[in-house]
């Protein structure tokens, strides 16, 4: 347990200090671009919760990935792991089947990738909008509707 939990942290203490210096980096230049476009000094701040829980997920993640996959090689012996001849349950095949034989592109999976949003957009959330009165959310997913029409458009040129 103890080489998981050094594993873990091998890994993920890396990870968290990366990721706390991006998101300083993103702060100030969001306070920056803050400040030249309101013209007024705006304070940005961490909350101390968003520190707290990105530390907690960062370490937790690494730590629980790493507990199933250690107990299944830890479980079989050294000889049933070895035997390439035994028969296992755990095989599993994997086959690669590219869209184009099978008659399907990429323009026809974004086309109707496209339409199904814009088919949810159109007949839940924009009703929706609209009957609780949420009138910058029903422009704001209008504008949304209208970007990916457009985008439909672009694909099927």
């Given amino acids: 347990m103890t080489l998981i ?3 873990s ?3 993920s203490i890396p990870g968290i200090i990366g990721g706390f210096a991006v998101m300083a980096v993103l702060v100030a230049s969001t306070q920056y671009t803050l400040c030249n476009i309101a013209k007024v000094n705006i304070e940005v701040e961490v909350n101390q919760t968003t520190i707290i829980l990105g530390v907690v997920t960062g370490l937790l993640i690494p730590f629980l990935s790493n507990i199933i996959p250690i107990r ?3 479980g079989n012996s050294l000889r049933n792991a070895l035997d390439k001849f035994r028969p296992s349950l755990d095989d599993i095949e994997v ?3 590219r869209f184009e034989n099978k008659g399907i592109s990429f323009n026809q999976i974004m086309m109707s990738t496209t339409l199904l949003s814009c088919g949810i957009l159109s007949y839940y959330y924009i009703p929706k909008a609209a009957m609780k009165k949420d009138f ?3 422009l704001y997913l209008l504008n949304v509707l209208l970007l990916l029409i457009i985008l439909g458009l672009t694909f099927l040129a």
């Fill in 95 to 97: 086959e690669m089947i």
């Fill in 72 to 74: 299944q090689a830890l």
């Fill in 9 to 11: 942290l091998i890994f």
């Fill in 5 to 7: 939990t050094i594993q």
């Fill in 136 to 138: 910058q959310a029903f």
